[in-house]
């Protein structure tokens, strides 16, 4: 995408959130590439972004926006360190905090002072337990298919995500994090392995059992905007899994649910009739959460959850999964790139790398004193 931009010799380039998606060592690897193709052809640059980190390592002119105007301007380094607008200052106070985990985090309509809280977790009793999980993609190649390669996405994991915990997940793109998420609820077929739940291997269920298990096993997708039905209405969007898995037994109990769960996650009861394009990002991820609660699972993956989100937006989002993993006795397994968020939301994490775990510790452990080379790695990208 880079290249073909540059393919006319710009004066001016515009990078539009070039790297909202992308993990933290290929997103340091674009931004260098970046400074250097700015100073290699003496281009401008108007880069966009809602990641405040980036455009601090990056931007010397930063201008804020809200609502369509311009409510700060100014250096960048100045604007981000000595912010004079209450938004900007409260764009800055949304962010999480590498290492630090508070109460709450901040949103834009905050009053209260967040408190700071303890890094422990108490182990309880394992709800999943992964046993040497293979997926291996076959392919063939040459005139004749002769040739046979393999690539091994998920190489012989093993873990346990405990009753009450939220684990989070961490890698680069292509390191198996997705792959491994999506054999999690049968989405496609593991080559090897178990995935234990309930004294059982869900792996081998047949598409009877799966039913049942959906209602137990939730996933909310990264991506809002395609992840819903634009033709369907929220009301009909929410409705859909609890006819499928016949819960309820009339559409008026049905609809009453639907209203449970829009004012669950903090979304009017007129939103009942109108389409997801007539939301805004993150209040569509709210219907996105709202349809994985609507049959009351004791389990969700969190793939990317709030990646495509500001981080005002962030915020509320992120707050709203802890309000509902306390409220509900929910368990996490919290996939993201975004290293200070996942140490906000996890209570132990994940590191994968080439299909394989490199380290899996409490958070704090992983944050402050990482034993592999690969976790310093990524810690030492995070901006």
């Known amino acids: 995408m880079i290249a073909m ?23 340091k690897s674009i931004l260098d590439l970046l400074r250097s193709l700015i100073s290699k052809y003496n281009m401008s640059m108007v880069f966009i972004s809602h990641d405040l980190g980036v455009v601090k390592s990056l931007a010397d002119y930063l201008v804020v926006m809200k609502s369509g105007d311009i409510v700060e301007k100014g250096e960048a380094k100045k604007v981000l360190e000595n912010p004079q607008h209450e938004y900007t200052r409260g764009l800055l106070n949304c ?11 901040r949103t834009l309509t905050s009053k209260d002072e967040p408190r700071i809280i303890s890094n422990t977790f108490e182990y309880h009793t394992p709800l999943i337990s992964v046993n040497h999980l293979q997926k291996t993609y076959v392919s063939s190649k040459g005139l004749l298919k002769k040739e046979v390669r393999e690539v091994r996405a998920v190489n012989d994991v093993s873990f346990e995500i405990m009753q009450g915990e939220t684990l989070g997940l961490v890698g680069e ?8 998420s999506r054999m999690f609820l049968g989405l496609i077929p593991a080559t090897g392995g178990e995935v234990i739940y309930e004294g059982k291997n869900i792996l081998s269920s047949n598409s009877a059992e799966w039913k049942t298990l959906r209602k137990d096993l939730q996933i909310i ?10 033709k369907h209405t929220v009301g009909d969007i929410l409705m859909e899994p609890l006819s499928v898995l016949s819960l309820k037994n009339s559409n008026e109990e049905r609809k009453q649910r639907v209203l449970e769960l829009l004012d669950q996650v903090g ?21 996105v959460i709202a349809r994985a609660l609507s049959v009351e699972p004791k389990f969700i993956i969190c793939d990317e959850s709030v990646a495509a ?21 929910l368990t996490y397994l919290f996939i993201s790139h975004d ?6 939301m996890s209570d132990r994490i994940m590191v994968m790398n080439k299909g394989q775990i490199e380290e899996l510790n409490a958070a704090w452990e992983i944050f402050y004193n990482p034993q592999s080379d690969y976790t310093k790695q990524l810690l030492a990208s995070t901006i």
Do not use: M
């Open 339 to 344: 290293l200070s968020v996942v140490y906000q």
């Open 267 to 287: 979304l009017p009861k007129e939103s009942l009739n109108r389409y997801p394009h007539e939301f805004s990002g993150g209040q569509r991820q709210r219907i």
């Open 5 to 27: 931009a540059l393919a006319g010799n710009p004066k001016i380039l515009i990078a539009d959130e070039p790297t909202t998606a992308l993990d933290v060592t290929v997103q």
């Open 309 to 329: 989100l500001d981080v005002s937006v962030q915020a509320q989002v992120l707050n709203l999964l802890n309000d509902l993993k306390r409220d509900l006795g």
């Open 95 to 105: 962010k999480p905090i590498p290492g630090v985990k508070l109460s709450r985090l």
């Open 173 to 180: 793109s292509g390191c198996g994090k997705s792959t491994l």
């Open 221 to 230: 997708f990264q991506d809002p905007y395609s992840a819903l039905n634009p």
